[in-house]
């Protein structure tokens, strides 16, 4: 295969992983749903370019993190289906950076939201 077809299938590699994690994992649906909520409210409140680039990066974050999380889980289920402390430590770790990323998220976003929900009323 040449160069140019290497990189198009690595891409195309990638976006397989990002829909299977998508159609597979309840908590991965849920982050899309907050982030498109989030993003219709930004264009609803209009938030100025250093709000939104705010948001962008913490919404990025929650959705890198539980790609990695899930990748995790793959990895360690394919290691071992039996009850192991370190698999336990491994999926309770990547679950633990999902949850700090969300929880800074909804403080980010309450930050934001907030103001603009105050001066509406
Ligand atoms: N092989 C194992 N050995 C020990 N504990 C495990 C093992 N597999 C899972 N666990 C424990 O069960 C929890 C749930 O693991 P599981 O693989 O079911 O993820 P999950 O809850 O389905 O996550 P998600 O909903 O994001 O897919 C883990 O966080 C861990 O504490």
Redesign the pocket.
Known sequence: MSKPNMKWKRFLDAWTGIVVAVKE???MKIHLLAAFIVVLLAYIFRLSVQEWLVLLVVIALVISLELM??AV?RA??LV??????L??AA??IA?GAVLVAAVVAGIVGAIIFLPHIVNKW
């Open positions: 994992e309840a908590h999380n899930t889980e360690v289920d071992t289906k039996e009850f192991h402390p698999a336990k999926k309770d679950a």
